[in-house]
């Protein structure tokens, strides 16, 4: 039994994981105490991983009904994060390790992300678009990935986060302006459709949210108070643009490594219309796509233990000692 921990942003996360199993995964969101500020407030996420840290992993040993004694490892994020946040739960997992005179092996979060769907063991291209990254990866064996492209300013996340509240629709983004579009044109606003022919790999996303603005200002001036038809026809139009964008260069990437294989994950794959676009994309070409399952895709502590089990049935060995990493990056490709 492994036990793992994930507390890198605003999710408080243990879970109990064996053999490829996960079983338990308990999260405790933040996201109503941060949602009046719009985003994530560092101070106030470290304080509430603080607080409830102990009960959630209380909580996952519970659901796998298991005791502490039976945990053989601990695994936790190391980074990147929220150097506070992320202190909580390196603190809280080296405690466990040393109480329990078992290992503890650092996990980069935006791996196991990369590594949170059901994927075959051949090569593959990973989309991984979460609140804080956008990130095109290709990876031909376990363990082995570079990062081919990224995001030049605002993850796919973010831009749905600040699109939100830019048409006043709360926090977190993603979810409210999928099912917002779902009534909505998304040929209404023919948004940009920022770097989609760029000769390199990586992603932009404030050109589109400055495109946004402006059509919600010309729009408040014409009706301060805009119709529901308006926003819905505004949040349609603005997914369309950005999966677009994710789909062709995650499909033109797959191409130019010659890959059978596509992977999807982190919050952003949560989005119903990227799936389906990815889905249909893959179709058309004979990829397999690896989508990770919606409880996977957000931050959350199972992943974390998935991959550090697959890492340590690959011979990976700690480091004797470590610290947390807040800006650890993924091996790049240039
Ligand atoms: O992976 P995650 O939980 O946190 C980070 O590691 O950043 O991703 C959170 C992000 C938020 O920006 C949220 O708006 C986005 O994922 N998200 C979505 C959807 N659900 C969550 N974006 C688009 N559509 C969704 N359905
Ligand atoms: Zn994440």
């Not at 014409?222 to 505004?234: E, F, I, N, T």
């Not at 989508?291 to 957000?298: F, G, H, Y």
Request: a negative charge; charged letters at 20%; proline letters at 6%.
């Amino acid at each position: 039994m492994l036990l793992a921990l994930e507390t890198s942003c605003d999710e408080t996360s243990a879970a109990v994981v064996h053999r490829g199993s996960i079983l338990s995964n308990i999260v405790s969101s933040q996201m109503d105490l941060h949602a009046a500020f719009g985003g994530v407030v560092p101070e106030i996420a470290s304080r509430q991983h603080l607080r409830v840290v102990d009960a959630v992993i209380r909580e996952a040993c519970e659901r796998a009904s298991i005791q502490s004694s039976e945990i053989e490892a601990v695994a936790v994020t190391r980074g990147p994060g929220l150097p506070s946040a992320l202190l909580v739960g390196v603190a809280a997992a080296r405690g466990l390790s040393t109480r329990l005179g078992k290992p503890l092996i650092p996990v980069h979060h935006m791996e196991a992300h990369l590594y949170s769907p059901q994927l075959s063991p051949e090569p593959l291209v990973a989309l991984v678009v979460s609140g804080g990254h956008t990130l095109l990866v290709h990876a031909p064996r376990f363990g082995e990935h570079r990062v081919m492209g990224q995001t030049v300013d605002d993850a796919a996340g973010e831009a749905f986060d600040k699109a939100a509240q830019l048409m006043g629709l709360g926090y977190p983004g993603g979810p409210v302006i999928e099912r917002t579009a779902r009534e909505g044109n998304p040929r209404a606003h023919d948004f940009p459709r920022p770097m989609l022919h760029s000769p390199d790999w990586n992603f932009s996303f404030s050109g589109l949210k400055t495109a946004l603005r402006r059509t919600v200002t010309t729009l408040r001036a014409a009706s301060p108070q805009l119709p529901d038809s308006g926003v819905a026809d505004l949040c349609a139009s603005f997914q369309t643009a950005v999966v677009e964008v994710l789909v062709e260069k995650t499909m033109r990437a797959a191409k130019h490594h010659r890959v059978a294989q596509v992977a999807v994950s982190g919050g952003v794959a949560c989005n119903g219309f990227l799936r389906a676009e990815m889905e249909k994309r893959c179709r058309q070409e004979g990829i397999r796509l690896a989508v990770a399952d919606r409880s996977l895709c957000t931050d959350n502590a199972g992943m974390i233990g998935m991959l550090a089990e697959k890492k340590m049935e690959a011979g990976f060995q700690p480091p004797a000692e470590w610290d947390i990493e807040p800006d650890w990056a993924m091996p790049s490709a240039s």
